[in-house]
């Protein structure tokens, strides 16, 4: 059985990120946000108890089945949508009391397309320039253009642009008042391959800019491929929030293939109780082993295998990859969801 890795330590990184802002410590989170519920009209609780730190120049990735609640939390952090409890605070203002200097600090690219499809490219992006009270710069403009790929459409109504286009605009938008956090609201989602691998070296840049990114996505890849921590959220609880290759360290599972050069008739006495099987042609030997563990047991298992007078052609391994993570987090929800509440009542 998997460890997982306790939401004890989840609130616990969250408390040292409080404790070291109030030393003035190195960590500095952009984004804090507290205690943070929401209940929809309809009566329908959308977030639970959300506690949350972003620290600055991170990416940070939001992964969660549909209806989690990724849409809601953010809309909630750039002033969309009223919280029911909690405080949000974003580089240092309050989202309520100090709404506009907390806003102007973000750059939101929402999930839905909500371009005025009349105006043309520029139109938008100067529009959006100026309604955050940010004065003229053309160059700016010019250069996030030129970053997307849409210069050249800069002229164009959006209604004649593609939808990867359409996106990019969004995209454009959202960085026309120089925001230091962006939200990206599933970014890549029906978008062709060739462009989400532009889009993820656009992120890049942007944080080497010292943006700090907060993605939500579907594509598992997507968090592997670019996050420096993720969070699971399902059913509005933040179930898991962790740096990623501490995450694939504690919970991938790690696989030895040991190749037979002839099949073995049956799984000898000394190998049983290993977490040890055979393939279905009984050439091969599958070992299945923590990535976490300080001790593999290979040696010993190979050991055994030169005792027993099994000869192996080949060895191959490989580790479980974060989708197969994420399948198993969220495959699991009461066991993790008591845990949390556990964790976060003490
Ligand atoms: N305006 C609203 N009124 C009532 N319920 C809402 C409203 N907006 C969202 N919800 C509900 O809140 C829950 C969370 O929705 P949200 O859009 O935050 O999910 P999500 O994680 O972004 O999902 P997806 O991956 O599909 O975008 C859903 O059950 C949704 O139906
Ligand atoms: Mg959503």
Known sequence: MRQFPSPIRTVARYSVALSELATGGDVQPII??????????SGFQALRRVDLSINRGEIFALLGPNGAGKTTLISIICGLVNASAGEVRVDGHDIVRDYRAARSAIGLVPQELTNNMFDTVWATLKLSRGLFGKPRDDAHLERVLRDLSLW?????????????????VLIAKALSHEPRVLFLDEPTAG???????????????LREQGVTIILTTHYIEEAEEMADRIAVIRRGELILVEDKAELMRKLGTKQLSIQLPEPLAEMPGALKGLSLSLSSDR???VYTYDAAWEQSGISELLAT??????????????QSSLEDIFVDLVAKPAEHGQRHGKAIHE
């Not at 050249?152 to 990019?168: A, C, Q």
């Not at 295998?305 to 490989?318: H, N, P, T, V």
Request: proline share 0%.
């Open 191 to 205: 978008v062709d391959v060739e462009l989400r691998r532009e889009m993820w070296d656009m992120v890049r840049r």
């Open 152 to 168: 050249d459409k800069r002229n164009d109504r959006i209604m004649s642009l593609s939808g990867g286009m359409k996106r990019r």
């Open 305 to 318: 295998l030169a005792q027993l007078g099994i000869e192996f052609k080949d060895l191959r391994s490989s």
């Open 32 to 41: 804090t946000v507290t205690g943070l519920n929401k209940t929809y009209a």
């Open 283 to 285: 050439c091969t030997l």
